[in-house]
């Protein structure tokens, strides 16, 4: 994704609403010239088409170090179809007629939600544990339940990575004790997992030496000796712990003990996960816990929109960007969307299901020690 298309959350009307189109501004058009780029299209297109409506949607990821932000970008390609694009048939973009699709950085999950709540997302990508807490108004949402969230896909599996560096000597994430931790930022996904781990190995924030930071900042303090230990939780290979291992030896700690099987009561949806050997340089193959990324968006964005969305998701054209795009891409799979939903589909997604020959249960969601093993 061009980075041109990056954008963190601002007021509620940055930008029209998907439901009621809208022509850009030509300050939007500037902003958004790198990613029309992408698309095939030059800025001026836009301008060329008085009579076509333009639509934004916009799809909340996380920070640029993790995989969210990677696989959002494909997302946002693979469905934006603006005026001005080549026709699908003829090599161009099979995405939503007159949709501009925009992948934002934000800082995870948790974040994620809330913004979708607030209505200033249209939909978001968020893991299957997080879902759930929030339409049942569990921790962190315990204010209150986010009743409207409805999902599109399933799409792949996210791994917990336990990252040290090789000459540290920590074995196991009992060792953490008294140790500076970066736990994730205040708004992430991974917060939540961090806090469910160190609970499992008997220890919590104050036990350690507790910092919220990006995967970047993370591996930047990592490298300086100024820090003992992160987690990001993502589909590998993770951008951030990557270039981390090309900078510096690292560790992966492991969660094949006993108290790695208490782990997996406190995070239901989580299931067994192999991070294989040389996903990152040097670094063996180390066992898991891994969950459902999934591509989740507001219920009361007009069904005939999410259908098409869904659509686009599908096509063989979009088949081809997520194969070549990312690792992961190649785990976003038609017939692995339904998988252990957290959320009921959307009512326009639930449609084009049905059109296809699947449908499911989706109304509630998997039950601890229930959650569907997703791609790794």
């Known amino acids: 994704m061009h980075r041109a298309m990056q954008f963190r959350a601002g007021p509620a009307d940055t930008f029209p609403d998907p439901m009621h189109a809208a022509a850009p501004s030509r300050r939007r058009l500037l902003a958004l010239g790198g990613g029309l780029l992408g698309l095939g299209l030059v800025p001026g297109a836009l301008a060329q088409q008085p009579g076509d409506q333009v639509r934004f949607f916009q799809i909340g990821t996380a920070t640029t170090g993790g995989t969210y932000f ?46 979708l709540r607030q209505r200033r997302l249209e939909s978001a990508l968020v893991q299957a544990d997080i879902a759930h807490a929030a339409i049942e108004g569990k921790a962190p949402f315990e204010k209150g339940a986010y009743a409207d969230l ?38 992430s996904g991974t917060l939540v997992t961090s806090r469910a781990i160190l ?12 910092l919220y930071l990006s995967p970047a900042a993370a591996g930047d303090r990592l490298v300086a000796g100024e820090l003992d230990a992160f987690v990001i939780v993502g589909g590998y290979p993770l951008p951030a712990v990557a270039e981390l291992a090309r900078r510096v030896p690292i560790n992966l700690l492991p969660f094949d ?40 968006v507001r219920g009361d964005i007009k069904p005939q929109l999410v259908h098409d969305i869904t659509a686009a998701l599908w096509n063989d054209q979009t088949r081809l960007l997520l194969d070549a795009g990312h690792p992961r891409g190649k785990s976003i799979q038609l017939r692995t969307a339904l998988d252990g939903l957290a959320v009921p589909l959307h009512p326009g997604a639930e449609q084009y299901y049905r059109e296809v020959g699947l449908t499911a249960e989706t109304a509630a969601a998997p039950q601890p020690g229930e959650a569907t093993k997703g791609p790794h």
């Open 70 to 115: 990677l696989i959002g970008g494909l997302l946002a390609n693979a469905v934006s179809n603006p005026p001005g694009t080549r026709p699908c048939d003829r090599g161009g973009s099979c995405g939503v007629p007159g949709l501009i699709v925009v992948a934002q950085s934000t800082s995870g999950a948790v974040e994620n939600v809330n913004l």
């Open 150 to 187: 409805r999902a599109i896909a399933n799409l792949y599996t996210e791994t917990i990575h336990l990252v040290v560096r090789a000459d540290s000597g920590l074995k196991r994430p009992s060792d953490l004790k008294g140790k500076r931790v970066a736990l994730g930022e205040q708004g």
């Open 199 to 210: 609970a499992s190995y008997g220890l919590s924030e104050k036990a350690i030496a507790p």
């Open 257 to 296: 003990d006993a108290k790695g099987e208490k782990l997996k009561k406190r995070l239901p949806f989580f299931t067994e996960s192999l991070i294989d050997a040389g996903t990152y340089e040097n670094v063996p193959a180390t066992s898991s816990l891994g969950v459902g990324a999934q591509w989740l």
